[in-house]
């Protein structure tokens, strides 16, 4: 259903985590996280991303339960290396599991994951989750020996942070986002030299977006907080429809300067 390495177009993911965020600061059931997923698809979006927190925050458990049921694109489930995150996994198996850092006192996810310093317990956590048929990503930084690592401890695939190279952006350090912007493009090509599928994503905007969208070892782009945050003035399809064009048009233009090479 979703092309692989060998296809060059660029897969979107939406991260429908904060439409859950607003649903939650009035306890209600709107907005519906599947409604926006629903929207999302329909905009071009190739699958959703949603991150089962610990403490559940914004995203919840009958959230995980009506996506698997009433979605018709691919669930990738961003969760922490957890023995009860792991029984949720096991019991839903959607189509992909990212693994990724979870503090409780962050707003968002701050960093990379620190493979080398769990490869054991990340191995562990890892396995079982392989052998019931799920795709395995590890959200890392830019950082050739956390993606060699996140390789070992079975990872098919690598998300590479891109937080820092947007905060240089917002903060205008033209120096920063340029040395930012090649460490991304040498751990895309390093991850995708031994294998792995590359991944990237955490705050993207239409602003950020096609550096990113132009490296062509990246496969798949996964957005959500700058998305929805959009959705409150331009609604989610337009939303999405933009970022996708964004996404397209970087990805025709190295396209066409590999095949004329």
Same mark, same amino acid.
């Given at each position: 259903m979703i092309p692989q #390495? &060998?296809?060059r177009k660029l897969r979107l993911g939406v991260n429908i985590d %904060?439409?859950?965020t607003v649903r939650n600061a009035r306890g209600s059931h709107y907005p519906n996280p599947l409604q926006a997923a629903r929207l999302a698809q329909s905009a071009g979006a190739d699958g959703i991303t949603a991150h089962l927190r610990e403490d559940r925050r914004h995203i919840s458990d009958q959230d995980i339960f009506e996506l698997m049921e009433g979605l018709h694109l691919p669930l990738n489930l961003e969760l922490a290396a957890?023995? /009860?995150m792991q029984a949720i996994a096991l019991k839903h198996r959607p189509h992909a599991l @990212?693994?990724?850092p979870e503090k409780r006192e962050e707003v968002t996810t701050e960093s990379g994951l620190d493979v080398i310093g769990q490869k054991d317990r990340l191995a562990r956590f890892v396995a079982p989750l392989r052998e019931a048929g799920c795709r395995i990503s590890i959200f890392v930084n830019a950082d050739d020996k956390q993606i060699e690592c996140a390789q070992a401890v079975g990872a098919e695939i690598v998300e590479l942070h891109t937080g820092a190279? @947007? %905060?240089y952006a917002i903060e205008g350090d033209k120096a920063a986002l340029s040395h930012e912007l090649q460490r991304v493009a040498s !751990? !895309? *090509?390093f991850a995708a030299s031994i294998g792995l599928e590359v991944h990237a994503g955490h705050g993207l905007t239409y602003d950020t977006v096609k550096p990113i969208a132009a490296l062509p070892e990246i496969v798949e782009l996964n957005i959500g907080h700058f998305l929805v945050s959009e959705a409150i003035f331009r609604g989610l399809v337009d939303a999405v429809t933009e970022m996708r064009r964004l996404m397209d /048009?970087?990805? @025709? /233009?190295? #396209? *066409?300067?590999? /095949? &004329? *090479?």
């Amino acid at each position: 259903m979703i092309p692989q #390495n &060998g296809d060059r177009k660029l897969r979107l993911g939406v991260n429908i985590d %904060h439409v859950a965020t607003v649903r939650n600061a009035r306890g209600s059931h709107y907005p519906n996280p599947l409604q926006a997923a629903r929207l999302a698809q329909s905009a071009g979006a190739d699958g959703i991303t949603a991150h089962l927190r610990e403490d559940r925050r914004h995203i919840s458990d009958q959230d995980i339960f009506e996506l698997m049921e009433g979605l018709h694109l691919p669930l990738n489930l961003e969760l922490a290396a957890t023995d /009860e995150m792991q029984a949720i996994a096991l019991k839903h198996r959607p189509h992909a599991l @990212c693994i990724v850092p979870e503090k409780r006192e962050e707003v968002t996810t701050e960093s990379g994951l620190d493979v080398i310093g769990q490869k054991d317990r990340l191995a562990r956590f890892v396995a079982p989750l392989r052998e019931a048929g799920c795709r395995i990503s590890i959200f890392v930084n830019a950082d050739d020996k956390q993606i060699e690592c996140a390789q070992a401890v079975g990872a098919e695939i690598v998300e590479l942070h891109t937080g820092a190279y @947007c %905060h240089y952006a917002i903060e205008g350090d033209k120096a920063a986002l340029s040395h930012e912007l090649q460490r991304v493009a040498s !751990a !895309a *090509s390093f991850a995708a030299s031994i294998g792995l599928e590359v991944h990237a994503g955490h705050g993207l905007t239409y602003d950020t977006v096609k550096p990113i969208a132009a490296l062509p070892e990246i496969v798949e782009l996964n957005i959500g907080h700058f998305l929805v945050s959009e959705a409150i003035f331009r609604g989610l399809v337009d939303a999405v429809t933009e970022m996708r064009r964004l996404m397209d /048009e970087a990805r @025709c /233009e190295i #396209n *066409s300067l590999i /095949e &004329g *090479s």
